[in-house]
């Protein structure tokens, strides 16, 4: 396969994953921000959701202040925010439109029709009411490109590097979720194993879609130790750290087999995997959450260089 087209199909998936996430993470942000403050900058959740975002210093570069409507207005519809959903759709439509021939027919349909009823939506005249309808409509749709993909096209390297821009993708959101939110819930070490309002904590959760998959699994109240390792290390959850690894560590075994050569990016995968594999959440803590993520977010962005640079993405 061209250099190219792995490229597009690549971060094709991955700008598709990016708008359900930028969907989930306004969600969480929206409903805590309805909540009730007692002696709290009612805009925390805002800040926090800006910066799981990743995109804090351009927002308020154009807007300055926090509230509600220029943050949904900037993570929703601001065409000039490379995060936004609007741009996430449109940079991934007009990959799709590149490497048309390389998407089966339902592929192509569940995205373009994404984009042209998302293109119908008015931001001027939208309604508060209505933003929790628009994102469950971006969450199913995202579904339904994916549900088209795993239904309809070859497992060859078109398959490959579209699960490998999914899940390189998954494992960045699910590592700075964790990370920021964990942090501003938590500003002092001293602080861990508290009591905290038990919607903070929810909100990471459905950030993730984990809420009530959470509490099928532990069967008790929100811990923030559980909550970590059912997002890092918990092999059943779909969008934690080590099952992300795991699809990216098979999706790299099965190109090193179809092209008859082994790359460097495998190997840092694997080595990666192992460490979530073997990893005891205990010793996360002791060493440092925080530290633990950001050398896995290091780690994953070296994956995702390592993948461009052996398949000549940029060629």
């Known amino acids: 396969m061209l250099g190219r ?14 708008a359900e996430n930028m969907a989930r993470l306004i969600e969480a942000g929206y409903r805590i921000a ?20 990743g995109c804090a210093q351009q927002y308020y570069a154009k807007h300055g202040a926090l509230n509600t409507r220029n943050v949904v207005d900037f993570l929703l519809f601001d065409a000039s925010n490379p995060s936004s959903i609007h741009a996430c759709l449109a940079t991934a439509r007009r990959n799709a439109r590149a490497q048309r021939t390389a998407l089966t027919r ?13 293109q119908a939506i008015r ?9 929790p309808r628009i994102l469950d409509w971006i969450k199913e749709r ?17 398959y490959f590097f579209s699960q490998l821009g999914t899940f390189v993708e998954r494992a960045d959101n699910t590592a ?3 990370d920021v939110k964990y942090y501003v819930l938590l500003p002092s070490t001293n602080m861990i194993g508290s009591g905290v309002d038990n919607a903070q904590w ?10 009530r998959s959470y509490r099928w699994v532990y069967k008790d109240s929100y811990r923030s130790w559980r909550i970590a390792d059912y997002l890092i290390l918990n092999r059943a959850m779909p969008r934690s750290l080590r099952a992300c690894y795991s699809q990216i560590d098979s999706n790299l075994a099965s190109l090193a087999t179809l092209y008859g050569e082994a790359k460097p990016c495998l190997e840092t995968a694997k080595s990666t995997l192992a460490q979530l594999e ?3 959440i205990d010793t996360i803590f002791q060493s440092g959450l925080h530290e633990f993520l950001l050398e896995f977010i290091a780690r994953n962005n070296r994956v995702a260089h390592e993948i461009s640079e052996a398949y000549h993405f940029n060629a």
């Open 34 to 53: 309805l909540l009730p403050r007692v002696g709290d900058d009612g805009n925390q959740e805002w800040a926090s959701t800006l910066e799981s975002a």
């Open 278 to 280: 073997t990893g005891n």
């Open 106 to 118: 339902e592929m192509w349909e569940s995205l373009n029709g994404s984009w042209l009823e998302f």
């Open 123 to 131: 931001p001027d005249i939208l309604r508060s009411d209505a933003l």
């Open 5 to 18: 087209t792995a490229n597009d199909l690549y971060w094709l998936s991955r700008y598709v994953e990016r």
């Open 142 to 158: 995202s579904a339904g490109y994916r549900g088209a993909m795993l239904n309809t096209i070859l497992r060859n390297d078109t």
């Open 176 to 178: 700075r979720i964790l």
């Open 202 to 211: 929810e909100g990471i959760l459905r950030s993730v879609s984990a809420h």
